[in-house]
Every structure is written in structure tokens, then in C-alpha cells.
């Protein structure tokens, strides 16, 4: 039975109505949430799910699911902001180190691998002991740490390009070296630069939140997933919906996230798996 | 019903697609041949011609996605299709055998090729490690490998193709099947490989009473080899017969199309003046490529052109024929400006190319020009072939209406009028050289550099672009480098040509003199093992 | 093959170092006096002086930079600014415990992701392969901390089979420290099996469109020798390397298993001693996490001629 097809639809399909369900969420946010995230109610701690409030409240009385909105729209915001630092840099970078090669790429790609020796967490980590915690320290610090693989692959792809035969014709035509790398490396490593964006976006979701959850991410009392995770680790016998809703958020995210990246990789690449 | 006399009977078989939605498409129709035991038979066609697909049917070895839709095939009276996997498995090998196109890619790069030469034994008979290793041996002698015991313990990539292709041939032939099926067996290797590797294949079969089944679109081969051929055409059988037969009296309008896109000796070649002006001079001409860096960080460089000498004329065709590696492409490359000289000139219209200032560079870029060789690569696939021919007028005076006419212009004349807003995707590759073709004659050059441009279309696409070629040379009559390994197109369209090998001019002058009375011994090797067609002038 | 192997020692020499200066100039990056930024914000006067004639301060930057290298390969790393515990020793015994847990789980997937892997590319478009990369999808997208929680509370709360908190020593009790050990090894196992499992998916069907597949089916080996003789080896090696880098990445991500288990590893001794503001503890931890990352590379690169010849290939 081939199923093939029928499951990469499927998946497709799953991945961006995910992807929609969290833009929409976020959207929502802007303009309305059940409560207000960060007003404590004391008389209203560690209330299960009812009809007051749909996911219940923490330790503060702070309603969950707006807790658990705001943190979508912080940590999309913040990913939103280091993706593109990330593969706004790391093209540049990619493109003139694979393309112009030489000992200027040489010397790029050793700083390069010595950087990637610190693997991305710990960078972030390192660079946040540093900077101090805060908004901008974390998206700094993610953009430095997945700064490195990014101009790997967007270097290994431009360098594939460059052995094709329509750029030496670009040379024989009588083009110079910046106009080729713009008309014509560039339109032919956007897939593999779009589908790293989304697999970038989902490392960054997942580090923030990683980061917050270890306490030196995005600093309370704004709700980001992986902190509401933290703080939810006391009272996981008398309140597990607090464990539940932001790991799950995370989940279904991430999971979208992947699913929008597998389509796209199989829409410009359909030969793949038929 | 099988024919008691044959060896192999495929009847009626048919190969369609199997797609998850929509309509299986007809891929092989109702194929009918036989092999008789010893028999060499060819089964001939193009890309699409379903060839290849019914050579992988005969034992289950179909890709996925395409699927054997009905028909029977039989091996000695027994019904193939009708065997359990595990019946068929010991068919596989032992009884038939099967020679693959792509020499780098038909051994396990990680296994040593003693070991895969023993698997088939393991498994087919029951022998002794000692019998196995001697074995192995002995048809690794047989197949001219020169050190039989150092090869058992290599891996593949320390081999050249045709050294590769040969270790293939022992590993099949040692399990002595009584059929041999070659797909493509020497299309990836160079002229002279080919033809050793293609000897071996007959000779071995021969002696051990192999039936032989050669897949190739390659109609010398079949004159020189085949005793019987199956023309294909589109996934069906439009002719059968006899070689002689169905080469010198073809029946088929196909077979003729096929038999006549063969390059042959042109008699009316028109002859440039004597005296036209010389526009490219080459003049003791070195390259050389930066070697691999050892340990210690140097590099030492490696000459790929040695000492070349080479004019054209104004209006002149000059061949530059060699095996892959000779320096041809190289060369090629150097004149166009995109590979540097070690040592040398080359000398455009007088001026040497190293000492151009940029305004000339630049109309040196409008003066010559080149086709390349991969229609698939030499095309953005993200720009219209309108942008794409136009390229070349960038940089030169004219409105933007006065390029559009004189792309559309060219377009025409190529044969692709009113192609301008197509995507290289949807063309073939025949089409796709036409469209090169027109961005490198766009800007009226005086000079067109052609590397291998035809060596990856289909036999009857060949012929027709290199007309177009020839008639556009003769219409705006600029000198042509023709750069290619096959010398049977040299003979067609050069009126002169220089023979290299290993970096170096070997032998050079005008195209008859080379080809009936050649000097060099490598020339002559050459000619011996370019296969012409039966009847042709020899 | 020899050449190879030199060649690759070599390699390593100067990422290693840039490695350093990376580190050595993060740390200068604190804001304010460096001495006191590694002696703690209690340092007496005594003690800082003290520290700015070690550390040469007044000395040109690559003067410092020399001298710090210096100690740093003896195996002088400071002491902690929290504990006044070497830092180097505090290393040393974390890192055994992230260690067992890292190469264990990573072990254990590869293993999974080889068969996993193998299996949905030889039966490709049929349920088998779906369930297979639903499964990989749908693990790959959930966070270690997340699923490590949840399987805490299941089987450490709900079932109360092994104990939520704490930590005990191989060397105290061979039992409990398996216990221990059980849902951090089996969280880390199961979200690394995810994008392994894909790789060799992946490289899986690369290789099984290759002709010499076809040649060993030709010559009428069986499914199982055809896999495991002929495609395994060669669509490994992609996934090796990316092994190697799942282990790298470990070096820092197994901070948040740490934390969910509480187990006193090399990644939570790092979050702790940022959180605490302990320097000389961060810049420890960088170094020998850069160091350990390049030597997992290394081994990688080392074994990948085992299963690709072709690299080790003087051409």
C-alpha cells in the first residue's frame, strides 16, 4: 500500500494549520486576553481548569492561558527577531566566503569552526553570563550561536552552486562577481536559505525556551514557556495542568514548525520522495 | 509459450508507472523478443525508449514506482515472473547477470573488491575460501587487471572507470551465468576504454558460451558487435532483424532517422579562404591546475597544458579532439578568458588576452563567446530563456527594444520562436543547447568557443543541433573551437583538427589528412576505436 | 591513511586555540575590573591586588593572554568564587556524571535510529515508513525538559518506580545509581532518536537509489545482506557525523536534564555558576566544553574512514 503522498500531504497540511493556530493565537493577543497575564489574585492560586479560568491559575492566581498567550507572542517575537538577524548574516557571510573562496575564506571558516566548538546553548549561555540577562541579551546571544551553523550550510550551498555552468556563463557573458552572486546565486539557494529559516526559527523557539527554563532567559514576572515550565516544577503533584500547558505549547509548536519545514522542503524538491 | 530455441523469451511485456493518484502511464508496450544461448543481441533506442526499463524487468529489478503490468518472461522454458522471491534470488547471478551504466557508482566504495567479488560465490555455489581467492584471481587476470592480488585487497575508488567497469565484468562472469545482460556497459568511459572494455566483455562471452543482451543507443557498437537487433522507439518495438539487415535496409522510418543521424563524412564542406585572417593564436601555451595541498600546507601545481600551439582562421571550424583529461576543456576555458595561463599567449585579433584593459575585456566578452557542454547546468533555472539569451547584450550599446528584437531575432533562428517567457524546465535537452546556442551567437561574436556541445543528447538530437550548428557558422562565419572526444563529429563538420592527449597537441592539421593518414600512434589508436557503421568507408 | 590522521591531528590545533582566545576575550568582556570579576564581589583589597599581579593587568592584552594560556594547559583553571573549590577538580567529577547519561542515551538512539531509519527507507511509502517519521517528527518537536518532567511525574510520582530528586554515586550504591539514572537516560534517548532516526532515513534512501544497491540484488543477495553489507555502511556515515555533533551539543543542552533530574552534572554546574555570577567556573566550563566538542569531532572524523574509504584517500 503506498501511502507516500497521502502522508506528506497530510503532514503538510498539519504543519500549517499548526503554524496558522499559533499566528492566530498571537493575533488574538494583541487585542484581547481572559485576564491580564501578570495581575496576581491571590484569593485564585493553583486553581484547576473550570470555567473561570480555561486552563486554570498559578501560584500568583495569574490566569494560565494568558500566561500561556503572551508567552507565545515573547518567544515568537524574540525567534522572529534572531531568525532573521541569523540568516540575514550568515547568507551574507555564506555567500562571499563560498563564493569569492581564497584565503579570506579560509580564515572566515577557521573563526567559523572555532565558534561552532561551542555548541549553541552554550554560547548563548556564555554570551548571557556576560551581558546580563534581558530581551536583548538573549536574541544576541541566540544570533551569535546559530550564527555558525547557518554560514556552514549557506556556504556549502552557494559553493554547489558556483560549480554549475550558467554562473561561468554569467563570466563569459561579461558579468562581475557582486552582480552574479546577486542575479544569480542568490535566487538559487533560496530553498535551502528558506527551509533553514524555519528549521533556525524552531532551534531559537527551542533554546529560549530552554534558556528560560534554566532561569536565564526571559526574565519574570513576562510569561515565556519555558520559565511558566519552571516555576510549575513545585507544585507538580497538586497542579499538573501547570506542567502540562506550557511543555505542550512548546510541542505543538515546534511540531508545526517542522511540519511547515518538511513541506516546503518537499515543495521545492518534489523529486525526493516519489 | 516459450521457443524451445531460445534461451530468453520476453513476451508481450509491459511496464507502466505506478503513481499514488491519477493514471498509471505507459512506460514499455508490448515488448516481444528472444535471445537464443550464445547469441549477442542489442536492443536499441533513445532516452525514453524503454530500454533500460526492460532489461531491469527481465529480473525484478524495477525502481520504485514503476511496476511490470503484464507479460511473461522466460528463462530457459521457466516462467520468471511466476518465481517466489527466493527462487528468484537464485536466478539472479548464477543464471543471468547484469553490467551496469555508471562505472563510479556499480561498486560498494566501502567494501574491498575481494570481498565483492566472493559474495556472489558465497552465496551461489559452495566453495572453500582458497577455491573463492583463486578463482577470483584467475578472472581478475582474464580481465587485464594488472595486480590481481593487490586488487582483492583495494577498495573501488583507487580504480579508474575502466578499470572498474572490467572489475564488474569479473564478478558477473565468475558466477557464469548463461545470460549477460549490459546496460549502457561503456557510455560513461572515454573513447579508447570503451572499446577495450567492450572487446573484453565480447571475448569473455564468447568463451564461456554467454548469451550477451546489449542495451545502447550507440548504433557503431551494435554494427560492430550484434548479431540481431531490437529498435525501440518510445517504449515500443519498431523494428527487429538481423544487423545487417536492419542497418543497410532499414525498414522503419525510425531506424532510418536513427541510422542517418550518424555523423558521416561531409562532401560538400564548405571551405574557408586560404587566406582569412587569423583570430586566435596560441602560442606555447601552459596551464596549470593547483595541486592538492600535502600535510605541510603546500601545494604543488600540476600541468594540465603543455607547450600548445593552436591558430584559427577567420570562418574556420577547428576541432580539438581528446579523452576526458587531456587538457581540452581546460584549454577551452583558458581562451575564454576563465582559467589563467602559467606561461604563454593567447592572442585575440593581435592583443594578447593577459594585457587587456578593462574596455577591451569587455568587448572581448561581446567578440567570443561559449557553448557549453551540460544543457541542464549551462542554464539558470530560475531566469526565462528570453533573460537568459539576452545576457551577453547586457554590457553593450542598444536600447532595451533593440535587444528584445534581436533576441527574439536569434530565438527564431535557433528554431524556438516565441520562446522568450519559457523556464529551462520545460524544455528538453535539445532544446535547452538551442537556447544556448542562441545567447552565444546573440552578440554576432567572431569567435565561439563549442565545449562538447552535443556529447549529452540523444543520437537524432545530436544530428540536428549540429546542423543548426554548421549552418549557423556558415550564415554569420565566425571561427569556431569545436572541442569534443567523439571523432566521428569532427569528421562531420572540421576542417581542421588538433589531436591532444595528456596536455599536449599530438597531431594537427586539416581534417582529412588527420583522419585517412593519421601519424601519431594515439591518433591512430583513436580512429581504431571510434566504431563506424558497417559499409562506411573505413 | 596515516597522512589522514596527521592531517586531522593538525587541523585541530588551531580551532582549539581560537577556541581559547574566544574564551579569554568573553570573560575580559565583563564589565568592570577583571580581578575582581573572577575573585567575587566579598574579595578583600589584599586579595584583588594580589589577583592584578597574576594576572598581569597591566601588561599589554597578548602578554595576559600568553600567561593565561599557560596555566590554563597546566590544568590551573582558579577556584570558584562560590565554593573555593578548583575549578578544574569540580569539572573532573560533574563531568562523569553528565558524561554517563550523554553517552549512554546517545548510544541507545543511534542504535534505535539505525534500525528505525534502515527499516522506513527499505519499505519506504508503505504505513511502516509513516509511523516511522511521524513518530521521528512528533519526538523531535518536543522539548527534553518537558518530557523529562512528564515522565518524572508518571513514573516517579504516579508509579513511584524510581525516586524524583536527588542524585547517588556509582561508588555509594551500584542499585540506586542505576535507578537514578533510568528516566534521564530514557528522556535524552528518546528525544535524540528523533533527528538521528531522520538522517538515516535519509541517507538510507540516498544510497538505495545508487547503482552498486541494485549490482548486490543483481547478484541475488537477500534483502537483509543487501541492507546490512551494502547499505548501511555507506548511509552511516553522514549520520555518524551527525553523532558527533548530537554529542557536542549535549556538552550544553544536558543542562536542562540536569535540572529536571537534579543531577549534579557538568551542564547545571555551568547555569549555576552563570546564575551566580562564579567566572572563573563559566570560563572553565566553556574550555573544557570546547575542548571535549573538538576531541568528539575528531574521534568522529577518525572513525568515518571505517565506513567512507574514500576520505582517507591520498589523491
Not at chain 3, 552498486?212 to 541475488?220: D, I, L, Q
Request: net charge neutral; glycine share 8%; proline share 6%.
Amino acid at each position: 500500500m503506498r501511502v507516500g503522498r497521502w502522508h506528506l500531504r497530510w503532514s503538510a497540511l498539519l504543519g500549517c494549520v499548526l503554524v496558522g493556530l499559533l499566528l492566530l493565537t498571537i493575533v488574538i493577543g494583541l487585542f484581547w486576553m481572559p485576564f491580564n497575564p501578570i495581575a496576581i489574585d491571590l484569593d485564585n492560586t493553583l486553581a484547576h481548569p473550570s470555567a473561570r479560568h480555561w486552563l486554570g491559575s498559578d501560584e500568583f492566581g495569574r490566569d494560565e492561558l494568558s500566561r500561556a498567550m503572551l508567552g507565545a507572542r515573547i518567544s515568537v517575537f524574540i525567534a522572529a527577531e534572531a531568525t532573521m538577524f541569523v540568516i540575514l548574516m550568515g547568507t551574507t557571510v555564506g555567500v562571499l566566503t563560498g563564493f569569492l573562496r581564497g584565503w579570506f575564506d579560509r580564515i572566515v571558516m577557521m573563526v567559523n569552526d572555532a565558534l561552532l566548538a561551542l555548541p549553541g546553548i552554550l554560547m548563548a549561555l556564555g554570551l548571557i553570563a556576560v551581558l546580563g540577562p534581558g530581551r536583548e541579551s538573549i536574541i544576541l546571544a541566540l544570533t551569535l550561536a546559530y550564527l555558525p551553523p547557518v554560514v556552514r550550510v549557506v556556504r556549502s550551498a552557494v559553493m554547489s552552486v558556483r560549480e554549475r555552468e550558467f554562473i561561468d556563463a554569467s563570466t563569459v557573458a561579461g558579468d562581475g562577481a557582486l552582480y552574479t552572486m546577486f542575479r544569480h546565486v542568490l535566487p538559487n539557494i533560496l530553498p535551502p536559505i528558506l527551509i533553514l529559516g524555519t528549521s533556525v526559527f524552531g532551534w531559537v523557539v527551542l533554546s529560549e525556551s530552554a534558556l528560560s527554563f534554566l532561569g536565564v532567559g526571559v526574565p519574570p514576572p513576562a510569561p515565556s514557556w519555558g520559565n511558566m515550565l519552571s516555576s510549575a516544577r513545585p507544585y507538580m503533584e497538586n497542579a499538573i495542568y501547570l506542567s502540562i500547558v506550557p511543555g505542550l505549547c512548546i510541542a505543538v509548536t515546534l511540531l508545526g514548525v517542522n511540519l511547515f519545514g518538511d513541506a516546503m522542503r518537499d515543495w521545492f524538491d518534489p523529486r525526493k520522495d516519489s | 509459450m516459450s521457443d524451445p530455441t531460445k534461451l530468453l523469451t520476453v513476451n508481450r511485456l509491459r511496464i507502466a508507472t505506478v503513481p499514488q493518484h491519477g493514471v498509471p502511464r505507459v512506460l514499455l508496450e508490448d515488448l516481444s523478443f528472444g535471445v537464443a544461448p550464445k547469441e549477442f543481441l542489442a536492443i536499441v533506442g533513445e532516452s525514453g525508449s524503454g530500454k533500460t526499463l526492460a532489461s531491469r524487468a527481465i529480473m525484478d529489478l524495477l525502481p520504485p514506482g514503476v511496476a511490470r503490468v503484464s507479460g511473461d518472461i522466460l528463462l530457459d522454458g521457466r516462467e520468471l515472473t511466476k518465481l517466489t522471491p527466493l527462487e528468484l534470488r537464485k536466478v539472479r547471478g548464477a543464471q543471468v547477470g547484469m553490467v551496469f551504466q555508471e562505472p563510479m557508482a556499480s561498486l560498494n566504495p566501502a567494501m574491498k573488491v575481494g570481498r565483492q567479488l566472493a559474495e556472489g560465490l558465497k552465496l551461489h555455489r559452495n566453495l572453500a575460501p582458497e577455491e573463492i581467492r583463486a578463482l577470483s584471481l584467475a578472472m581478475l587476470k582474464r580481465v587485464q587487471i594488472r595486480d590481481p592480488e593487490r586488487c582483492l585487497k583495494s577498495y573501488p575508488h583507487e580504480f579508474s572507470g575502466g578499470m572498474r567497469q572490467r572489475i564488474m565484468l569479473a564478478s558477473i562472469l565468475l558466477l557464469k551465468p548463461k545470460l549477460l545482460i549490459a546496460d549502457e556497459p561503456t557510455t560513461a568511459l572515454d573513447t579508447l576504454n570503451q572499446r577495450d572494455v567492450l572487446e573484453l566483455m565480447v571475448e569473455l562471452a564468447r568463451d564461456s558460451g554467454v548469451a550477451t543482451l546489449l542495451i545502447t543507443h550507440d548504433l557503431g557498437l551494435v554494427s560492430r558487435y550484434a548479431e540481431r537487433v531490437v529498435v525501440l522507439e518510445k517504449g515500443k518495438l519498431v523494428e527487429t532483424g538481423t544487423t545487417k539487415q536492419v542497418l543497410t535496409q532499414p525498414a522503419h522510418s525510425y531506424t532510418k532517422r536513427l541510422i542517418d543521424s550518424r555523423p558521416a563524412r561531409a562532401l560538400d564542406k564548405h571551405q574557408p579562404a586560404e587566406d582569412a585572417p587569423v583570430i586566435l593564436e596560441i602560442e606555447k601555451a601552459c596551464i596549470s591546475y593547483e595541486g592538492r595541498a600535502n600535510w605541510l600546507g603546500k601545494a604543488v601545481p600540476h600541468k594540465i597544458v603543455h607547450d600548445v600551439d593552436l591558430t584559427l582562421r577567420i570562418g574556420q571550424i577547428v576541432a580539438l579532439v581528446g579523452a576526458s583529461g587531456s587538457g581540452k576543456t581546460t584549454l577551452g576555458r583558458a581562451v575564454m578568458g576563465l582559467k589563467e595561463l602559467s606561461s604563454g599567449a593567447i592572442r585575440f585579433d593581435g592583443k594578447s588576452l593577459a594585457s587587456l584593459t578593462k574596455q577591451e575585456s569587455k568587448r572581448y566578452r561581446a567578440e567570443a563567446q561559449l557553448i557549453f557542454q551540460d544543457p541542464f547546468s549551462s542554464l539558470d533555472p530560475r531566469m526565462r530563456v528570453g533573460d537568459i539569451v539576452a545576457a551577453p547584450l547586457r554590457r553593450l550599446p542598444g536600447s532595451a527594444a533593440e535587444h528584445r528584437q534581436r533576441t527574439s531575432e536569434v530565438l527564431a533562428e535557433v528554431g524556438l520562436p516565441e520562446y522568450e517567457m519559457r523556464y529551462p524546465h520545460e524544455m528538453s535537452g535539445g532544446q535547452r543547447q538551442r537556447v544556448a546556442i542562441a545567447r552565444a551567437i546573440i552578440s554576432r561574436p567572431r569567435l565561439v568557443v563549442a565545449d562538447e556541445p552535443v556529447s549529452a543528447l540523444d543520437m537524432t538530437i545530436q544530428a540536428q543541433v549540429l546542423k543548426l550548428l554548421q549552418k549557423l557558422q556558415r550564415e554569420y562565419g565566425f571561427a569556431c573551437l569545436f572541442i569534443t572526444h567523439d571523432l566521428s563529429v569532427v569528421e562531420q563538420i572540421a576542417d581542421e583538427v588538433a589531436v591532444m592527449s595528456g596536455g599536449r597537441i599530438v597531431e594537427q592539421g586539416a581534417t582529412d589528412e588527420v583522419l585517412y593518414r593519421p601519424q601519431h600512434e594515439y591518433t591512430r589508436a583513436l580512429l581504431a576505436a571510434t566504431p563506424r557503421l558497417a559499409g562506411a568507408a573505413d | 591513511m596515516l597522512q589522514y590522521i596527521v592531517k586531522r591531528l593538525f587541523l585541530t590545533l588551531p580551532t582549539l586555540l581560537l577556541v581559547s582566545v574566544i574564551v579569554f576575550s568573553l570573560i575580559r568582556l565583563v564589565p568592570g575590573d577583571p580581578a575582581q570579576v573572577l575573585l567575587g564581589e566579598d574579595a578583600d583589597k589584599a586579595s584583588i591586588a594580589a589577583m592584578h599581579e597574576e594576572l598581569g593587568l597591566n601588561r599589554p592584552l597578548p602578554v595576559q593572554y600568553v600567561h593565561w594560556l599557560s596555566q590554563v594547559m597546566r590544568g590551573n583553571l582558579g577556584n570558584s568564587i562560590s565554593t573555593g573549590e578548583e575549578v578544574s577538580q569540580l569539572i573532573a567529577t560533574r563531568f562523569q556524571v553528565s558524561a554517563v547519561v550523554a553517552l549512554t542515551a546517545v548510544s541507545l538512539a543511534t542504535l534505535i535510529a539505525i534500525c528505525a531509519g534502515l527499516v522506513a527507507a527499505w519499505r519506504r511509502n508503505t504505513p511502516l515508513d509513516f509511523a516511522v517519521v511521524s513518530a521521528a517528527s512528533l519526538v523531535l518537536s518536543v522539548p527534553s525538559f518537558w518530557l523529562g518532567l512528564i515522565l518524572l511525574l508518571v513514573f516517579g510520582l504516579r508509579f513511584g518506580w524510581f525516586p524524583v530528586v536527588g542524585y547517588i554515586p556509582f561508588s555509594e550504591s551500584a542499585e540506586q545509581w542505576v535507578l537514578y539514572l533510568v528516566l534521564p537516560i530514557l528522556t535524552l534517548t528518546i528525544v535524540e532518536s528523533g533527528v538521528l532516526t531522520r538522517m538515516m532515513r535519509s541517507s538510507s534512501l540516498d544510497v538505495l537509489k545508487l547503482e552498486y544497491v541494485t549490482h548486490a540484488r543483481a547478484k541475488g543477495l537477500s534483502e537483509f545482506s543487501v541492507l546490512s553489507r551494502h547499505v548501511f555502511p555507506n548511509a552511516f556515515a553522514p549520520t555518524m557525523t551527525l553523532v558527533g555533533l548530537t554529542l557536542g551539543q549535549l556538552l550544553g543542552g544536558i543542562a536542562v536534564i540536569e535540572t529536571v533530574f537534579t543531577l549534579p552534572g557538568l551542564g547545571r554546574l555551568m547555569v549555576d555558576g552563570i546564575l551566580a555570577r562564579d567566572y572563573p567556573v563559566v570560563q572553565g566550563c566553556l574550555l573544557f566544553t570546547g575542548l571535549a566538542y573538538v576531541v568528539i569531532n575528531l574521534a568522529v572524523d577518525l572513525c568515518y574512514p571505517l565506513f567512507d574509504p574514500r576520505v582517507a584517500a591520498n589523491r
